[in-house]
């Protein structure tokens, strides 16, 4: 009987271990698919943006915030610290160590419950990637075996490295190098022991153990760690004593954003063409440079602040503001702001609206005149005109007229081409521009590289819309001589993880000769001497300027440039609803350009004074004695040619 009942037994185990065996060979093929992700480890990373002179200014992620680092790249003291903390015996187990877990089980038989766990780092790697927390026997299998599969084909340095890349050590930080950029706004190698300890204080529990929110617990698990380094020896009486007395600086933030207008840019700029932008670990390289960008913010501050003064019946939440500078020759953008307030209001008014231009328009109809034989000298008449308005979209029968005004309600009669547009005469443009011809002017103004535009008159004072950033390119025509150059914001991207460095090409594209442009160029400093964009004088450079004022001061430019750097200003109330009387673009947005470079100047006294005057540029004396400019494609007028004018 009892024979009987032993091989019953022996019969009953072999089935059970047959099934067993079965039950776990399937287990361990089932786990391939899901050791792969571990294998073939790619997390999701943050996209770093760094200023022109290789500050880090942003930090923007999709997904997880997490910064990769390499193996050899993290200290061996960190490495240290962690095996001291979760896995002593990492170097020798095969993924799972059987004598913890005999350990551990006896400890929790003994206690009633579960007191103390086994896991390897391996084993946690395996949890944080995929597997769920539940504690169930078919979850510990499958964690088991997955562990062994990978210790199988990762060398114990691949899987530390995968495992401080995936932990979550709370505040949104993912992975051993965010925490310590976040926690202490340092890299690794230049963490001390404390902080090392602190970081590693973290898988625990990230939420109990976060500096930021429990400073003295974390500190108090820290120095559990510490002392467990020192009990294995593994540092000196004296590292221990000194890291125990450190209570480090913890940080609620890895980096202020510095110019988040400039990053929202430069994101919007590269998603199209690169749509893992945000979770690849590229680092974005800008042109932008930080003192001018901080000056830029400053000076959108501080005219709004001016303007509600000029006039205090302004609703503060509507008013705003907007500016880009640029290299003009290289065509980098050196600052972007595109609203008074980022935390308030995100939307990018520098790159993303389109608000009509007025006046800030009237350079490029000039410049079309001149192009065609047209002098600054040329008489232009400065008489009212109307026009019948075509299309109507009214029941009416009665014809409608559209009437233009000069700003100041008068008329000059005859007047010359560069009086015209250095005190902004409309009536003066419309009559020249009736001159050049409507076909004309739409067919250069699409040249120059303007986009839908309605084929009327009411182009020439600026109807149209057009972004900032558009704007800032189209008047590298003027501020470079002719030669129109391709705006960017971005220098430079490179993959780390990958190896590949990407330099975007940006090209130009010559528009007209250069003493054309200069014509221009002239021009536009006498508006800022003597038009309307005096307010925009800055003493010991010479500026080169526009005012624009829309239809009923709905919008205030100022678009102006010296020899080395070109800035648009504009202000206005974001439902479009008027400034107020007299809120023009000379009176609201020059002087913050005024402000701006007045400023810029102390930041960089190298910078060019005056512009230059391409030889081909020649000088006659008109009738009433003044000297006047002209070149081979703009001529003095034949009435100026006398005997009493002389051509130098």
Known sequence: MIKKILAFFIILSLIILTILFFYLYDLYKSVNFNADKIINYNPPQSALFYDRNGNLIDVRYSKENRIYVKYNDIPGRVIETLLATEDTSFFEHPGININAVIRALIKDIKAGKKVEGASTITQQLVRNIYLNRKKTITRKLTEMMIAMKIEHILSKEEILERYLNQIYLGHGYYGIKTA?????????????????????????????????????????????????????????????????????????????????????????????????????????????????????????????????????????????????????QTGEVLAIVGGVDYNKSKFNRAYQSRRSLGSSIKPFIYQIALNKGFNPGSLIPDINRKFKITDKNTDNDEDEYWKPKNYEKNTLGLITLREALVHSRNLATINLAMELGLDTIVTELYHFGFSKMPKNFSIVLGSIGESMWKMSELYTIFSNYGVKTKVHIVKKIEIPQENIYITPEYKSEEIEPDYQAYLIINILQDVVKKGTGRKAAVKGIEIAGKTGTTNKDKDAWFDGFTPDSETLIWFGNDDSTPLGKRMTGGRVSAPAFKYFYERLLKIHPELKRSFKVPKEVKTYITPDGKKELFTPLSPPPKREITNEAPIF
Do not use: C
């Not at 990230?206 to 467990?228: C, F, G, M, V």
């Open 180 to 328: 310590a950029m976040g926690y202490f706004h340092k890299n690794l190698k230049d963490l001390n022991l404390k902080e090392i300890a602190m970081l590693i204080a973290l898988p625990k529990g990230p939420s109990l153990y976060d500096p930021t929110k429990h400073y003295e617990l974390n500190l108090k698990r820290a120095d559990w760690i510490l002392k467990r380094l020192y009990t294995l020896g593994w540092i000196t009486p004296d590292e221990y004593k000194n890291a125990i007395l450190k209570r480090p600086k913890v940080y609620n933030y890895m980096v202020k954003p510095k110019a988040p207008y400039a990053v929202d840019t430069a994101i919007k700029r590269l998603i199209k063409n690169y749509p893992d932008l945000l979770t690849r670990g590229y680092k974005i390289y800008l042109t932008i440079d930080m003192p001018i960008q901080k000056l830029a913010q400053k000076t959108i501050k501080w005219n709004y602040k001016r303007v509600l003064k000029l006039n205090p019946k302004l609703n503060p939440k509507n008013l705003n503001g907007a500016m880009i500078t640029i290299n003009q």
